[in-house]
């Protein structure tokens, strides 16, 4: 089966870095978009960053120029760099992406189990 295995999430101070990443494993024919969503406490999860295989990025707008999406092929991997943390950035991130088997016939969308960031101060 396909998984999305993340890490990198923790506690860190305002101003701090975290460097999350998140790899897919299984029988994989390809994989369309990857993006990381978060999920404050009694909040509606959303989009953080998405990147296309091609390396089209898009960013929300309070991350910007924070924040970078990246990812590896060769490792099926999405990695999210989250520079000059702020508190507001407390969430839940989830790492997603668009995955076609060899046993489908049309991309779904995985998800990974999500990790815990938090930023203190």
């Known amino acids: 089966q396909v998984r999305l295995v993340e890490s990198g999430g923790g506690l860190v101070q305002a101003g701090g870095s975290l460097r999350l990443s998140c790899a897919a494993s299984?029988?994989?024919?390809?994989?369309?978009?990857m993006g990381w969503y978060r999920q404050a406490a009694g909040k509606q999860r959303e989009l953080v960053a998405a990147?296309?295989?091609?390396?089209?990025?898009n960013y929300a707008d309070s991350v910007k120029g924070r924040f970078t999406i990246s990812r590896d092929s060769a490792k099926n991997t999405v990695y999210l760099q989250m520079n000059s943390l702020k508190p507001e950035d407390t969430a839940v991130y989830y790492c997603?992406?668009?995955?076609?088997?060899?046993?489908?016939?049309?991309?779904?969308?995985?998800w990974g189990q999500g990790t815990q960031v938090t930023v203190s101060s």
């Open positions: 299984g029988i994989i024919r390809s994989i369309n978009d």
């Open positions: 997603n992406a668009e995955i076609r088997t060899y046993l489908g016939s049309r991309h779904l969308d995985y």
């Open positions: 990147i296309t295989f091609g390396g089209t990025t």
